[in-house]
């Protein structure tokens, strides 16, 4: 299959060294030095690089899926940084459909999630967030903020304590994809995976949250202004304003190509293609669960480390309702999003053919059962709540700009010991979850007291 025939990307030495210093967070090949766990001898090579925890002994590992809200045993994880296979094998977690097939693969540890925007991305964070600390794994963050320096495109210098010889298991914040780059920072067994939403329904989504730091939008008058720029959107349109590329083939942009080129140009299917090549799985935010059942399988996880809540969903009532034609001119505007949309749709769908129609059905409702269950053990009243209403401030999503239109979760007062740690983590949002992780954001923490101050 397509998806399985990446590009090689650059020049990576994949008979890198096996070790590190587990604490600095050092591993591969540095010049002149080969480098091993503090205190281990040469001879037997670790089992764990890249990883700020001890090694997992082989004797943690366990036969089967155990169930969703329990907590687990760490599972072993192999060698960073390195394109040796590990030695130990992880138990099949036999992908939800009860068979004890026992030893047929092993977890994926290194990551690359490419988040686009106003695609669910964040509730795929909290579950990369989640196996990354359970698993002691390394995480790639950006200095100072909570994205790479968007909308320039991604450069390794861009992350917190990046030097050469420095290895990372996952990155997931938001960038302008630069493919070169993230293939020199991370191992050369990543996976890397991304999500697509239809591009109408993101289009629209994307204007009314980015539309206050988008200037070429403040001039639009009456009371529907999506509706009056659909009309004629090259009267209000200008590919070179500030914050434009909201405006017009974000995901085209986010995955770091031309997003004002001709979509009629045989780039855009050269483009596409590529795409294609580079990334294992490309999910869809309209089949979230079927994306997560095929992410699972494709990472060889445990149901339990795709649990989810939905975090950063807006208020009903900002959601504007595309009638038909408000679709369809949606779907013309951005036409170069749709192509990689529709292209990616016919290759989700033959995914879940290959992984069988039933198979998937069975392991989508064995996923809504676990997240229900949750959902009963962790949530306050079962739903989310407007922000006003969210008892405890560490648990306040990000809101735009001079807006409360994102909603957020109140844990409830008893929750069982067993699940106490869960739920918190499952309903923390990005912002602090990064901080738990020790991501600097002193830049997105300024711009937020500032907000605060002039009460935007």
Not at 27 to 53: I, M, N, Q, W, Y
Request: charged share 20%; aromatic share 12%; proline share 7%.
């Amino acid at each position: 299959p397509a998806t399985q025939g990446r590009d090689p990307g650059d020049a990576i030495n994949t008979a890198v060294q096996w070790g590190g210093f587990r604490k600095a967070g050092i591993c591969g090949d540095l010049p002149g030095k080969s480098l091993f766990h503090v205190g281990a001898a040469s001879a037997s090579p670790p089992r764990a690089a890249c990883s700020p925890g001890s090694p997992v002994s082989t004797g943690e590992q366990r036969h089967g899926p155990a169930p969703a809200v329990q907590e687990r045993k760490r599972i072993p994880i192999p060698v960073s940084c390195s394109s040796h296979l590990s030695p130990v094998q992880a138990p099949s977690p036999s992908n939800g459909t009860g068979s004890a097939s026992g030893w047929s693969c092993r977890p994926k540890l290194n990551i690359m999630f490419m988040k686009t925007h106003k695609t669910a991305s964040s509730t795929i964070l909290n579950i990369l967030f989640r196996f990354g600390e359970k698993h002691r794994l390394k995480f790639a963050f950006p200095n100072g903020r909570n994205d790479f320096y968007y909308p320039s495109f991604f450069e390794r210098s861009q992350v917190q304590h990046y030097r050469p010889g420095v290895c990372f298991n996952i990155i997931c914040n938001h960038m302008r994809f630069h493919y070169e780059e993230v293939r020199k920072l991370l191992p050369p067994d990543t996976t890397f995976v991304t999500v697509l939403r239809d591009p109408a329904y993101l289009f629209e989504s994307s204007f009314h949250y980015f539309g206050p730091v988008i200037p070429l939008t403040w001039k639009i008058t009456g009371e529907d202004k999506l509706d009056q720029f659909l009309r004629d959107p090259q009267h209000y349109y200008d590919p070179n304003g500030f914050n434009a590329h909201y405006l017009q083939n974000l995901l085209f942009f986010d995955l770091g190509y031309d997003s004002s080129m001709d979509a009629n140009s045989p780039l855009v299917e050269e483009h596409i293609q590529e795409i294609d090549r580079r990334f294992h799985l490309v999910m869809l935010l309209e089949y979230f669960d079927e994306s997560l059942v095929l992410l699972k399988d494709l990472l060889c996880w445990q149901l339990e480390d795709v649990l989810y809540f939905k975090l950063n969903a807006r208020k009903g009532s900002t959601v504007s309702r595309l009638t038909p034609e408000l679709y369809e001119q949606a779907t013309a505007w951005n036409l170069i999003d749709a192509k990689l949309y529709r292209y990616f749709n016919a290759t989700f769908w033959r995914k879940v053919e290959a992984y069988g129609r039933e198979r998937m059905a069975r392991d989508v409702a064995e996923l809504q059962r676990e997240n229900e269950k949750m959902t009963s053990i962790c949530i306050d009243g079962g739903h989310a709540v407007d922000a006003s209403a969210i008892q405890e401030s560490s648990m306040q999503p990000w809101q735009p700009l001079g807006e409360k239109t994102i909603l957020g979760y109140n844990l409830k007062k008893k929750i069982s010991k067993k699940h106490q740690k869960l739920c918190r983590k499952m309903l923390t949002p990005e912002i602090q979850y990064l901080t738990d992780l020790g991501a600097n954001l002193w830049i997105t923490k300024l711009w937020s007291y500032v907000r605060d101050f002039l009460k935007w």
